[in-house]
């Protein structure tokens, strides 16, 4: 089945610190990826998005690039913001089988920005 | 404004007592489904559906039912809650394919004694 592999967190990082949340998938077939974002007290928000191979999602300065070749999808920002800190959930989502797109994610990482 | 909605936000209740949980949104999508969401475990399907009257389980549907009568409305029901089905749990939908965004309502925090 589809799975998704987060880096184990916390992570607390120093306002203007560069930001790297790992991102693996398991995928039957040929899977759309997402990072969402939750902050305190709220639901989940779509922060970027690539829906084949070599695609990059981009918003608000964060960046991830679809590469198959190591079924990743990492998570990066150059410059981190205390209002960045949240809970950052890598997911895919695959029509393949009988999944009908549902969303698969990973663990969340939490996302501690000091100032 | 476009958006999920999601009623109560929060609720305690008692184990055995039915309950259930509001969801609805004005987006006219299709898919709709209900998450779960445990520390550690990020979150998980419990319901979904892609239309009206077409319902179908995730892949922790134990303990709840839904219904899909209109195409707005994805009410989660708890028959007989146990404290195991304390958890936060969010509704989603989605128009389109399985690359469209999913769209999250607010959560609704639930403590079951």
């Known amino acids: 089945g589809n799975s998704v592999t987060q880096m184990e967190g916390p992570v607390t990082l120093s306002e203007e610190a560069f930001l790297t949340i790992n991102c693996t998938y398991t995928?039957?077939?040929?899977?759309?990826l997402f990072w969402y974002v939750q902050y305190p007290g709220e639901g989940l928000q779509l922060l970027l998005k690539a829906t084949k191979a070599d695609d990059k999602g981009s918003n608000k300065g964060f960046e991830a690039t679809y590469r198959k070749e190591t079924t990743s999808f990492h998570l990066e920002k150059g410059s981190v913001q205390v209002s960045d800190s949240a809970v950052y959930f890598c997911?895919?989502?695959?029509?393949?089988?009988?999944?009908?797109?549902?969303?698969?994610f990973g663990q969340g990482t939490i996302l501690t920005v000091h100032p | 404004e476009a958006q999920v909605t999601q009623n109560p936000r929060y609720l305690i209740t008692v184990t055995g007592k039915k309950l259930t949980v509001t969801c609805s949104q004005n987006m006219n999508h299709e898919y709709m489904s209900w998450y779960r969401q445990d520390p550690g475990l990020g979150l998980r399907q419990i319901y979904y559906?892609?239309?009206?009257?077409?319902?179908d389980k995730g892949d922790v549907p134990e303990g709840y039912k839904v219904s899909r009568k209109e195409k707005r409305n994805f009410p989660l029901i708890l028959e007989s809650p146990s404290p195991n089905q304390t958890s936060l749990y969010f509704c989603a939908s989605r128009s389109g394919g399985q690359g469209e965004t999913q769209y999250f309502g607010p959560g609704t925090r639930l403590l079951v004694l």
């Open positions: 997911a895919l989502s695959d029509q393949g089988g009988t999944s009908y797109g549902k969303l698969t």
């Open positions: 559906s892609m239309n009206v009257e077409v319902t």
């Open positions: 995928a039957t077939g040929y899977p759309s």
